[in-house]
């Protein structure tokens, strides 16, 4: 095997600018700069004509609409040729009667994908496990997910969590467990003891001083 693949995979960061890319995919060339302004969900998958990765690519497909309200785009990436790429799009639309309306990055060079960690020795040398990067429109990476490649991902967790990302930096709160648009939020625990002192009486929905929630 090459150094490359025998080597620990480059991990990126949370909260630091998303690796740089551009790439040829099945719209054209594609860079991370094309993408500024908008959020995007980066995912990659181990490999085209294969049966997981197939459910999950219609299931990005039927949520797009979802993801372009909460102007975020979609980019896939697995380590196959532009032209495995365009063949197994088509047999998506033949087979399941599926448009597939987002790019497919063609990463033979592995470049992309080493960049971004989804090369995990021990569990695929040779193709990207199923990773999932949120980059917000600052290009920011703010969230990583990364599955094995033997079971499939949820998407609509996906929109779940780029809709709280949003929710949190516009509100300054944070989002609880399952929380959906229109729920409550939990506002941030007091800096210091006056600060506790007066949160119950703030008007929040309080259990205790460092766990209250409220209605935006």
């Not at 990207?128 to 429109?137: G, Q």
């Amino acid at each position: 095997m090459s150094d490359t693949m025998n080597s620990c995979p480059t991990m990126p960061r949370l909260n630091e600018l998303a690796p740089n890319f551009e790439a040829k995919t099945t719209h054209g060339v594609k860079k991370l700069a094309d993408y500024k302004g908008k959020w995007l969900v980066l995912f990659s998958h181990p490999a085209d004509f294969t049966p997981v990765c197939t459910t999950e690519f219609m299931a990005f497909a039927k949520h797009y609409p979802e993801f372009q309200k909460l102007n975020c785009d979609l980019i896939g990436l697995s380590i196959d040729s532009y032209y495995a790429h365009v063949a197994w799009v088509r047999n998506i639309k033949e087979k399941f009667g599926i448009d597939i309306p987002f790019p497919i990055i063609e990463d033979l060079s592995m470049k992309v994908a080493n960049d971004y960690g989804m090369i995990q020795p021990g569990a695929s040398d040779t193709s990207a496990v199923r990773a999932t990067f949120i980059i917000d429109d600052k290009s920011v990476l703010r969230a990583m997910v990364y599955y094995p490649m033997s079971n499939g991902r949820s998407i609509p967790e996906f929109v779940r969590l780029v809709s709280a990302l949003q929710t949190s930096d516009k509100n300054n709160v944070a989002t609880p467990e399952g929380w959906q648009p229109g729920d409550k939020v939990i506002v941030p625990p007091p800096g210091d003891v006056n600060a506790a002192e007066k949160r119950m009486s703030e008007g929040y929905e309080c259990t205790d001083w460092y766990f209250c929630k409220k209605s935006l």
